[in-house]
């Protein structure tokens, strides 16, 4: 218990020296559609009127900006603090707040890797988390990416702590959890689906119809409480039935108007949004100019689109079929290397919608060969580990595989932008986690493993602030 404490204190100090570091020597990548300041006025204004984006994260700006205007009020908080102006500031103070969830989901993957795994492995997987640069440039993104990613590792942790011991108050945590990361980004919707499957973990004669039925009904239950009070909200505004948000439409839409190029694997929003989506939105709105806060607007944009997309699905049903194939093909190929360009590019100053074949600077491109090369190693590692894992009915390991089938799915459907594959980055690195667990390597050799990865990842990381 005591190495286990010491060890927990060492990987919170080196995560916050080199959040620390990296915050001070580089700037964050900001900034990405709208996220930030739709919860921002949600805090001043008190309302949330729109329907096109998520609430999740939206939310969490608000209560974070909420929860710093309530420490601002304590007396022992005046104008001496040498932190007051810092606290003045609505980007820092988020940005602070994220930074304070990657401590502490690295310290909550540590104490769930290290249950049934050698402490000085467990310790390299969440210390890896914690200081790859995937996840330090993600922290610094103000928009849902990170929270989404932090809420991925502990609804997954809670739901592979459900699978252990199925009990009902585990599995309606577990399926509060995930309702709140879909209220965050709505992929999840579809995960009761995978989920129905995981009492296959579970060997004997008792594996009948009602334990699946149970398993799923209470999971389901628990992501009800948390997406149904938003679903009430948007029927009241709006009249319709919608889980979340009214985006599906514009996603199914953008993956049926032309083939995906299999040499890029991706095709450009803004591009496609301009040549066909605009025209449209001109037609039903009036206005070639989006509206986001318009309810009235989203409704019949989102129902324009969805009657396209069905429409060209059937009319020209290879198109569809293509891209599905090239957008599974990405998603698991993908090694999120367009962050490393999207911050990089932010440090010399480049917008990050511009220019998108500029190489990265030296010595950041060693840097991110280090990071993809990184990401190559645990994605060979986590499939093998999460392969050995189902075959010997490890809970984490059907979990991990449950999630990671179901993001796999939602992101092939729907468009796919070279940004969304980061959600694969925290069920990558617990895969990697199951492998020096499963694949029967030596205490020496598992930590030596880890060790060689964290080390690639703090470097590639310090390489980017260069």
């Given at each position: 218990m005591r190495h286990r404490v010491l060890a927990a204190i060492v990987l919170?100090?080196?995560?916050?020296?080199?959040?620390?570091?990296?915050?001070?020597?580089?700037?964050p990548v900001g900034e990405i559609e709208e996220h930030f300041e739709l919860g921002r006025q949600w805090r001043t204004t008190g309302g949330f009127p729109a329907v096109l984006r998520p609430p999740g994260y939206p939310a969490f700006v608000a209560l974070t900006l909420l929860a710093r205007d309530g420490l601002q009020s304590l007396p022992l908080i005046g104008s001496r603090w040498p932190f007051t102006g810092a606290l003045n500031d609505d980007k820092v103070v988020v940005l602070a707040a994220q930074g304070l969830l990657l401590v502490l989901t690295s310290g909550a993957l540590f104490w769930f890797s290290s249950r049934d795994q050698r402490l000085l492995p467990a310790l390299c997987v969440a210390a890896l988390f914690g200081c790859n640069p995937y996840s330090i440039i993600l922290v610094g993104t103000l928009s849902y990416y990170w929270l989404h990613v932090v809420l991925i590792v502990f609804s997954t942790i809670a739901l592979a702590l459900a699978l252990e011991r199925p009990d009902r108050a585990r599995l309606l945590m577990a399926g509060l959890l995930w309702g709140v990361a879909t209220l965050v980004r709505p992929v999840s919707l579809i995960l009761p689906v995978f989920v129905v499957f995981l009492p296959l973990v579970h060997s004997g004669a008792g594996r009948t119809w009602r334990v699946f039925a149970r398993f799923l009904g209470?999971?389901?239950?628990?992501m009800a409480l948390a997406v149904l009070p938003v679903t009430v909200r948007n029927f009241a505004a709006t009249g319709r039935v919608i889980p979340v948000n009214a985006q599906v439409g514009f996603g199914l839409w953008g993956n049926t108007i032309e083939k995906i190029p299999s040499?890029?694997?991706?095709?450009?929003?803004?591009?496609?949004w301009a040549e066909h989506g605009v025209p449209v939105?001109?037609?039903?709105?009036?206005?070639?100019?989006?509206?986001?806060?318009?309810?009235?607007?989203?409704?019949r944009l989102n129902d324009k689109f969805t009657r396209l997309a069905l429409a060209r699905i059937r009319q020209t049903p290879s198109i569809y079929a293509h891209n599905v194939f090239i957008n599974f093909r990405e998603f698991n190929l993908?090694?999120?290397?367009?962050?490393?360009?999207?911050?990089?590019?932010?440090?010399?100053?480049?917008?990050?919608?511009?220019v998108p074949d500029r190489p990265l600077d030296r010595p950041a491109r060693w840097g991110a060969a280090a990071?993809?090369?990184?990401?190559?190693?645990m994605m060979v590692m986590a499939l093998a580990g999460v392969a050995v894992g189902l075959w010997r009915r490890h809970p984490a390991a059907w979990t991990v595989a449950a999630?990671?089938?179901?993001?796999?799915?939602?992101?092939?459907?729907m468009f796919l932008t070279p940004r969304y594959p980061y959600v694969k980055l925290p069920l990558v690195i617990v895969g990697a986690g199951i492998a020096l667990n499963t694949l029967g390597l030596s205490t020496r050799m598992s930590a030596i493993v880890g060790a060689i990865l964290l080390l690639a990842a703090i470097g590639s990381t310090l390489s980017l602030t260069s």
């Open positions: 919170c100090i080196l995560i916050t020296a080199l959040l620390v570091f990296i915050s001070v020597a580089s700037s209470w999971f389901s239950l628990g040499h890029t694997g991706y095709l450009t929003w803004t591009v496609l939105m001109a037609r039903v709105t009036g206005s070639a100019a989006p509206r986001p806060e318009s309810v009235e607007d989203t409704i993908d090694r999120l290397g367009v962050w490393l360009k999207f911050f990089q590019r932010v440090q010399v100053g480049v917008p990050m919608g511009d990071a993809e090369a990184m990401m190559i190693v999630v990671y089938a179901s993001m796999v799915v939602a992101h092939s459907i």
